[in-house]
């Protein structure tokens, strides 16, 4: 069955890049903890024609995942790629031999990261890339000037057309944005850690995405009580809810869950476009409040 239209509509993520809001994320394509090759090949490259087939023209990647092997399945999947499909990238972190993450935006790594995502994905230029800056899930202070003169370069070669951000802060955006155009922003952000808000307000009145990650990560107990009693009541599942909550939260947010299994992403997608009612928004709000 095909999805023609996916919840949320779309966004201009870039003039040159209307994506539908309702994306993908193929960090669960990789092995455990995001390492190695896939348990079930095939299921992974069903997964991502799945996708496409859905409808969804956003997919969220990184070199690092793997490292290589998400980007491989994607092009093994999907190359030679519709010109509807936005492929996002990003660069910032390395893996090693024992598939530990680790940070790293030294100008010879970053470069090194946007060949190898150009390689693995079979592309000459990328479409948008993410800086990604910060830790885990909170930013990091401190100027993000000199990674980002590296990806500046790098999109002045014509290997980058847009550049975006990852775990970042608002004065860290404002000083990207005196150096380059930035088209989206990539954050931890759910309905229980709030602490993105006004950022996500600011962007929005900018035009520019907003991209949520971890739509069910940081619950404490008792959030997560709440999120499954409004989602019990509402006769769906906290993924449905969570992610539904976020298309309604502001117009700028692009939901990219991620799944290994073709059933899963089926269901993520149809999830997505459950209608709130007012009281189960307000509920859901009082979580993070």
């Not at 031999?97 to 994905?121: I, K, P, T």
């Amino acid at each position: 069955m095909t999805i023609r239209t996916l919840p949320g509509g779309t966004f201009a993520l870039t003039p040159d890049h209307i994506v539908t809001r309702t994306g993908y994320g193929a960090m669960q394509l990789a092995g455990p903890n995001v390492f190695g090759p896939p348990a079930d090949h095939g299921a992974a490259i069903d997964v991502l024609r799945t996708a496409v087939e859905l409808g969804i023209t956003h997919i969220d990647t990184a070199d690092f995942y793997g490292p290589h092997v998400t980007n491989r399945l994607i092009r093994e999947a999907l190359h030679p790629y519709s010109s509807e499909l936005t492929i996002v990238t990003k660069i910032g972190s390395v893996r090693d031999a024992e598939g530990a993450w680790v940070h790293d935006v030294g100008a010879a790594s970053l470069r090194q990261n946007v060949l190898d995502n150009l390689a693995n994905l079979g592309v000459d230029t990328l479409d948008v890339v993410n800086l990604r800056l910060g830790g885990f899930d909170s930013p990091v202070p401190g100027s993000v000037a000199e990674p980002l003169g590296v990806l500046a370069d790098l999109q002045r070669e014509g290997l980058v057309r847009h550049i975006g951000l990852s775990t970042v802060d608002a004065e860290q955006i404002a000083e990207a944005q005196t150096m380059v155009p930035i088209v989206s922003v990539q954050n931890f952000y759910n309905i229980a850690n709030r602490g993105d808000d006004a950022l996500i307000d600011s962007l929005a009145a900018q035009g520019i995405a907003y991209v949520p990650y971890f739509p069910l990560g940081g619950f404490s107990p008792i959030q997560s009580e709440t999120l499954n009693t409004v989602a019990a009541r509402l006769g769906a599942t906290p993924m449905s809810v969570a992610l539904a909550w976020l298309l309604q939260r502001s117009p700028n947010i692009l939901l990219i869950p991620g799944t290994s299994s073709s059933a899963h992403l089926r269901e993520n997608v149809h999830g997505a476009g459950l209608e709130l009612p007012a009281d189960a928004v307000a509920e859901l709000d009082a979580i993070g409040a």
